[in-house]
């Protein structure tokens, strides 16, 4: 093993045992998600019965969070740059729905941070393909510095991955046949969790683990000479500058490269922070007891449900019937050889009231510990038919996943700002997009990496991904439209109208004039009709079609 090898797997060692008291009941967490909750319950119940809240109130934020689409946009730093803005605009609009495919991850990125508290995303060069990639990782592959509370404050980030030996010998060809086949890479994950995922020691002799390191390195300095008028000059610089990237897999280093991004990566999402930690807190490990004690009080009920319903047979062994032959079979005829020896029912006692109070009692209490209640779910309050009441009661109801809403939008931020950083970096060839222009009219344009060449911050439009009440937003803009205070658009866009886009170029195209009929069966083309057109966003900016 060299020294940088081993340096690598004792960085991955240190944050592996951090991150341990963290992660220990992850796998348990993915279980009760998914409804494997029955080891649980206590044994004197011998009921499998979930009531699978943990996946009633995940699966009601992540609709919630994701219904509206984030509508992300360029603000430039200098007003001459007002124009290279718009295209930047095209460009992520366009990557963001038709090539890396954000509306279909976006839900992915949210489940698992209300599962396990964190998920993450890498945004990257995908030099195989030669175009930018994004993945969702699983959070188990993620090990972070431990002194750090967020990845700008990280000395060092590693994504751990099993990968298959052949992969490692084909993406890594210079010393991918160095590595052996490692039986020990199950360490990457708990193996309650690896039951939930299929069976994994299939290929347990083919496979390895490899260890991606981003690495701060800003002390280790390199010399280099300066010309200077009095002569050369030697000075000395931060050798890597934006830091380092080291592959490791089976104590063989694969890849040793300066970073070639600004920063590190990597994205990260949270559901509930945790003050002076990296990792947040999910759902489920707020719940996990509540769920317990419903699944537990459910259990007692339908057991006392099937007692009542058939409760234990009494035969007197006087009786003369062979309680082995005994049925609940309708019509049976039993011949006892006197009646007061006859078998008789037991008395089943219903459970007391408290027992049913006790599991409205629990589902009360995980409704205010969630924050997810019968209006969140669109369900009617008891007591309140009102629309406006029930409007208001909503969006009071939703103030916990607002905040939800707003770390979310954050992260999505920098992962734009990522995105159109891989595109100045990467795009050295030309592209072209179809937008629409300012006259409403669809145009070609062409353009590189170096357009997008200048200061800039992603923004997410104020409210865009908020769940809020369409039948008031709808009625409060036709209001404004009315007294015109916004315009047609606005209007179209609170009405989430279909192809409001066409709608909008139809407006800016003039009448069309009919000329004079040539002749019977004659007619002369219009003039002045626009081709099809493209997509625009819904903030008027031009975004890119399908070319």
Not at 29 to 47: A, E, R
Not at 124 to 143: R, T
């Amino acid at each position: 093993m060299t020294d940088l090898a081993k340096n690598i797997q004792n960085l991955y060692e240190v944050a592996k045992r951090h991150r341990k008291e963290i992660d220990k009941n992850w796998g348990r967490w993915f279980n009760f998600y998914i409804g494997k909750q029955h080891k649980d319950l206590i044994p004197s119940t011998k009921k499998d019965i979930a009531l699978n809240y943990c996946f009633s109130t995940i699966e009601t934020i992540v609709p919630i969070m994701t219904d509206n689409r984030p509508r992300l946009y360029v603000v430039p730093q200098e007003r001459t740059d007002e124009q290279a803005a718009r295209l930047a605009d095209a460009v992520l609009e366009w990557l963001w729905s038709n090539v890396l495919h954000m509306d279909i991850k976006l839900p992915q990125i949210i489940r698992s941070a209300l599962i396990w508290g964190t998920s993450f995303l890498k945004v990257y060069w995908d030099s195989y393909k030669n175009e930018i990639g994004i993945s969702v990782l699983d959070p188990h592959e993620i090990f972070v510095d431990p002194e750090a509370i967020d990845f700008d404050e990280a000395r060092y980030v590693i994504h751990a991955v099993i990968r298959d030996i052949a992969y490692i010998r084909r993406a890594y060809p210079e010393h991918g046949y160095e590595v052996q086949p490692d039986t020990n890479y199950s360490s990457l994950r708990d193996e309650e969790r690896l039951e939930t995922t299929g069976d994994w020691k299939a290929d347990i002799g083919k496979k390895a683990l490899v260890l991606e390191c981003w690495l701060r390195e800003p002390d280790e300095l390199e010399e280099y000479v300066e010309e200077t008028p009095e002569g050369p000059v030697t000075k000395k610089q931060p050798k890597y500058p934006q830091g380092r990237v080291i592959t490791v897999a089976n104590n063989i280093v694969l890849r040793d490269i300066p970073n070639p991004y600004e920063d590190f990566p990597f994205i990260k999402f949270e559901d509930y922070q945790v003050p002076n930690r990296f990792w947040g807190q999910g759902e489920i490990e707020q719940i996990v007891l509540l769920q317990q004690e419903i699944n537990k009080r459910k259990a007692q009920i339908m057991k006392n449900a099937d007692l009542i319903a058939n409760p234990p047979l009494i035969v007197p062994r006087d009786s003369g019937v062979d309680a082995d032959n005994l049925t609940n079979e309708p019509g049976m005829i039993l011949e006892p050889n006197t009646m007061e020896s006859r078998p008789i029912w037991m008395d089943a006692k219903e459970l007391p009231s408290f027992v049913f109070n006790l599991l409205e009692r629990s589902k009360f209490e995980l409704d205010s510990i969630t924050g997810v209640h019968d209006v969140t779910q669109g369900r009617r309050p008891t007591g309140i038919t009102a629309g406006v009441a029930i409007a208001e009661l909503q969006e009071a109801a939703q103030t916990r996943i607002r905040l939800k809403v707003r770390i979310m939008e954050a992260a999505l931020c920098r992962a734009g700002f990522k995105i159109l950083q891989r595109v100045k970096d990467n795009y050295d060839e030309l592209h072209y997009l179809r937008i629409i222009g300012e006259d409403g009219r669809p145009q070609i344009v062409e353009f590189t990496g170096k357009d997008i060449n200048f200061d800039f911050k992603i923004q997410v439009e104020a409210g865009s991904s908020m769940p809020v009440n369409r039948y008031t937003r709808f009625q409060q803009a036709l209001l404004l439209y009315n007294a015109k205070a916004i315009d047609a658009q606005a209007l179209l866009e609170a009405a989430n109208w279909p192809d409001r886009e066409k709608v909008l170029a139809r407006m800016q195209v003039p009448p069309i004039q009919i000329a004079p009929s040539a002749g019977p069966g004659v007619s002369q083309p219009a003039m002045g009709m626009p081709p099809e057109t493209a997509m625009v966003s819904p903030t008027g900016i031009p975004i890119m079609g399908g070319m």
